[in-house]
């Protein structure tokens, strides 16, 4: 299933928005690269597209995790599980994430 | 060093663990707690593990392979009695000893209570699953109304809650207003509103003076609460949210310095090399100079770091700085802190707005800005501390 996200220029760099979907997903602009994750941490309910983007990392707003906006993957604590990352799609000026249906990867 | 004990079995507890083998420390690793089980999250315990919404599995700290992985000797439901640091031993409630070349502190605090409410069937605190459970059962049992004593995190946190669950529920809090140790008079004056607003009781300015209860099986059940300007407050339950005392008697007779808390250095080292410190329980010495302790889930988390490595250096080789953040999730809301809050001059709303209850403000004192409080705004209040706020001062 293909998301629309929103215009390129909606989403300068170290912006990032989130998407209202059935599972809501966040897109980032990490200095010029899009990366789309699940929005919702791993650890508890806290939004990640609130979260502070540094380098391709993103810290939770809440708890402070940090996840790998390439993999999904936490590198450090409170969060253990991964989050689903998404193929990010730019067509005609506008950003699509590519939703990826099958569950995390453990 | 070959064996490393960390007494305390909980966040600041479990974080240690990680940080010896993240750290690279290859020995024995003991971990001692009187709470029969592995270390769990205490936060959710006045929020969702209360209202019923988080189970018992969702608070634990790790999974099995965490723990695996941490190849430690877990002595649990035992408590440490004793400590000698320069003979090397730890001393247990079973009578066994340890013997140990290094010791982390991470004893925590209990529950503080209120005169008068010894014994009495009915008067709950809330620092652990038993608590929790307890009081819940109590709620169910007993929809009464409920009274809360003590306004601060939890106790606003367990009204909130209470409230959420259909409950009357009535806060009484000694201070002229709720939570203004910890965000001032301006933004307390926001939240007495937003008690009021989802139909809580507060009743500030008046202690408790006594409790009123009635013969209850082969005890006595509490009914309700005389606060010190003679007003009654009925109450089917009552839970004190009066504040945790640190966790150091144990550590009487030690030769450790023990003073409202372990006292340690800058590093979290204690006054003897091979001690230090961490979570609740930690009092160190801040970059001003006082000796200060946190009580939050942050700092519990981040002196584990700081102490390990001054622990396996021997020395105190980095110094511990503090985030000073702290959340709470109350009435729908939620609310985070950074920084310093007391003693600011000046108190701006830098965002939003407080009718909305979406908003920034920054506190500031002599013109710096010290500390960041945000409603419902995650996303600004990061950035807001990022950019004020870093490295935070002591
Ligand atoms: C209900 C509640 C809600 C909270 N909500 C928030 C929140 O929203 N945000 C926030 O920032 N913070 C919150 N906190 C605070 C946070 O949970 C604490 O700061 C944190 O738990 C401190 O961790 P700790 O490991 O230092 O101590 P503790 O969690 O107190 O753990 C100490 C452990 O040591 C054990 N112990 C004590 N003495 C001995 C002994 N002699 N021998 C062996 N074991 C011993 C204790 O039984 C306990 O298991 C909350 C706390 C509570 C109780
Ligand atoms: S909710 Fe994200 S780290 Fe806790």
Redesign the interface.
């Known amino acids: 299933m293909l998301l629309a996200a929103c215009t390129v220029e909606d989403l300068p760099m170290g912006e990032s928005v989130r998407i209202d979907a059935d599972v809501p997903i966040a897109v980032f602009n990490a200095d010029g690269r899009l990366y789309a994750i699940d929005d919702t941490c791993s650890h508890q309910d806290?939004?990640l597209?609130?979260?502070?983007l540094e380098d391709c990392f993103v810290?939770c707003?809440?708890?402070?995790a940090l996840f790998d906006l390439r993999t999904g993957m936490p590198s450090c604590?409170?969060a253990?599980k991964p989050v689903r990352t998404h193929p990010v799609v730019v067509d005609g000026g506008h950003i699509y994430v590519q939703l990826v249906e099958q569950e995390a990867v453990a | 060093m070959r064996t490393v004990t960390v007494v305390g079995a909980s966040l600041a507890g479990m974080?240690s663990a990680?940080h010896l083998r993240a750290q690279g420390f290859d020995g024995r690793l003991v971990v001692v707690g009187d709470e029969p089980h592995l270390p769990y999250?205490r936060p959710p315990l006045s929020k969702q593990f209360l209202a019923g919404t988080a189970d018992t599995a969702s608070l634990a700290?790790?999974?099995r392979s965490?723990f695996d992985d941490l190849d430690a000797q877990w002595r649990l439901g035992v408590r440490a009695t004793g400590l000698d640091a320069s003979a090397g031993t730890v001393t247990l409630s079973d009578g066994t000893e340890i013997a140990t070349d290094g010791v982390i502190v991470a004893t925590g605090g209990r529950a503080r209570t209120v005169p008068g409410a010894e014994g009495l069937d009915g008067v709950h605190t809330v620092r652990t699953i038993e608590d929790t459970l307890s009081l819940r059962a109590d709620l169910a049992e007993n929809p009464g109304p409920v009274a809360v004593v003590g306004a601060g995190w939890i106790g606003t946190e367990v009204a909130s809650t209470c409230r959420a669950l259909g409950l009357e529920v009535t806060v009484v809090e000694a201070a002229q207003e709720p939570l203004v140790r910890a965000l001032g008079p301006r933004m307390a004056g926001m939240c007495t509103s937003l008690h009021a607003e989802h139909g809580v009781t507060l009743r500030c300015g008046a202690g408790v003076q006594e409790f009123t209860s009635t013969p209850h099986g082969s005890g006595r059940r509490v009914t309700g609460l005389v606060l010190a300007d003679g007003t009654r407050v009925p109450a089917g339950v009552v839970v004190l949210g009066v504040g945790m005392s640190p966790n150091a008697d144990w550590l009487a007779g030690s030769g450790l310095e023990v003073d409202d808390g372990l006292v340690c250095d800058a590093g979290l080292v204690a006054s003897a090399p091979n001690v230090v410190a961490v979570g609740d329980v930690a009092r160190y010495r801040s970059a001003t100079g006082q000796l200060v302790r946190h009580e939050h889930?942050?700092n519990a988390?981040e002196q584990p770091g700081t102490a390990v490595r001054n622990l396996l250096a021997g020395a105190t080789v980095a110094e511990y700085r503090p985030s000073r953040?702290v959340?709470s999730d109350q009435y729908g809301c939620?609310l985070q802190v950074a920084g310093l809050t007391e003693d600011a001059d000046e108190v701006e709303v830098v965002e939003g707005s407080e009718e909305s209850r979406s908003f920034v403000a920054a506190y500031r004192r002599g013109g710096t800005t010290t500390g960041v409080f945000a409603m419902n705004n995650?996303?600004l209040?990061?950035?807001t501390r990022?950019k004020l706020l870093r490295p935070a001062p002591a």
């Open positions: 806290a939004s597209s609130e979260g502070w810290e707003p809440l708890h402070e604590l409170p253990k | 974080r990680e999250d700290l790790g999974d965490d889930w942050t988390s953040y959340w939620r995650p996303k209040f990061t950035r990022r």
